[in-house]
C-alpha cells in the first residue's frame, strides 16, 4: 500500500511512542500524560503533556468510561475551552463543544434543573452538537445523562456523576452512544479567571510556527469580575462631543451580557455570542469581518435554533470593536436590544450615537478578548 493511501489504522499506529516522556517549555518541565489516538488529523501522530509535579484539572482529569479508543487532540481542545467557559459560572453551567468552538452554552436562570441547563446549550446549534463534547461545572444527574443519551454525543466531562447517572452512561443495552466518554474533571474553580490572578506563568498559551517557531503568551483573561463592571459605552470626537450610551438595560439583560462575555472569551474570532434568559441563541465565529459574525450569527438562529426564546430582547457580546454601526444595526433589526464590546474605534463616539438612535443599549468592556485558536 502506497504511503499516500496508508489505511486508518496504520495512520493511528504510525510514530506513536516518538514523544518523550518529558519537555521543558519557556523553563517549565512538562511530563507527557499519554500518546494521544491522533492529533488534529488522524495522519498527525500527537501526545498530551501536563506540567510536571502541578495538580491539573485536564491534565489530572479520570476517564471513567472510555470509548472505542482513546482521545485525540480535538476531544482534549473541546474539553480544555468548555472547561474555560464553565468555570466562569457560580449557577450550573453547560458548554456544547464541536470542533473547538462553542455551538452552545447556558447558565441556570431561576428553577432550571442541570437537564434544563443542557437542553438550552444543546438547542442553540442542534445540529451542530451531534457529536460534541459536552461539559458542565456541576455533578451530572440520571435526567440529565438520559437527555444526553437521547442524541450522538462524543463525550461530557464534570466534576462528578450520580451512580444513577454513571448506570445510564454504561447501560449496555443503549446503542445510540455505546461509545461515549465520560470524564471527571476537578478543581474548575481553581483555574485563573481574571486579570491578575496569581501563577499565570503556568497558564501561558504557546503557539508553534510553522519553522517550529514559538510565541508563548499570558492567557487569554477578564477585566469583568461581576455585572458591577458592566459599565454603559461613553466616547467622544470633535464632531458629536461625548456621547453616553442612555438605553437602559434590565438586570437579567446586563447578567446575560456577562455571561456571552465570559462565553465569547473562547469562540473564534471574530466572534458574537447572542444571548438571552442564560441560555445562548447564536454564536457567530471564525468570519473575517464583524458584521458578518453578527449576519452568521442571526442566520443560525433562523436556521438552527430549536429553544424556547425568542430573539427579540435578547443580548449580544463581542470579542472586538464596532469599526462602523453597520453591526449594531444588524443586530438591532433582529431584535438585539443591549451589547457589549471593548471601545477602541475611532467611530465610537458615533456607534454609541446610533445605538441610542435604535433603542440598544451598548455597553464598553475594558478588553479585546480575539482567540485566534
Known sequence: MSDNKLSRSTYLNKNIGDFSDEAIVNGIKFEKVEDLRYGTNPHQPAAYYKISGVNSPVGDMKILKNGKSGLSQTNLED????????????????????????????TAAPGDSTKDVYIKARDCDPRAAFGSFICFNVEVDKETAEEIMSSFVEGVAAPSY?????AVFTNPDVKMNKSIRIIQISD??????????????????????????????????????????????????????????TVPATEQQIKDLLSAWYININVRSNGVVIMKNGGALAVGTGEQDRVGAVEQAIIKFNDKYEGKEEIQGSVMSSDGFFPFPDAVEVAAKAGVTAVISPAGSIKDAAVIARANELGVALFHAPERIFSHH
Open 79 to 106: 474539553i480544555s475551552y468548555s472547561v474555560n467557559i464553565v468555570k466562569f459560572f457560580d449557577e450550573p453551567t453547560c458548554a456544547v463543544m464541536k470542533h473547538v468552538n462553542p455551538s452552545g452554552a447556558a
Open 162 to 166: 450520580t451512580e444513577e447517572a454513571l
Open 188 to 245: 474548575m474553580d481553581k483555574l485563573p479567571k481574571f486579570v491578575g490572578d496569581a501563577d499565570i506563568e503556568k497558564y501561558r498559551t504557546i503557539k508553534v510556527l510553522c519553522d517550529g517557531s514559538l510565541i508563548i503568551a499570558d492567557p487569554l483573561l477578564t477585566n469583568l469580575k461581576s455585572v458591577a463592571d458592566v459599565k454603559p459605552a461613553v466616547a467622544s470626537n470633535k464632531a458629536l462631543g461625548e456621547v453616553t450610551s
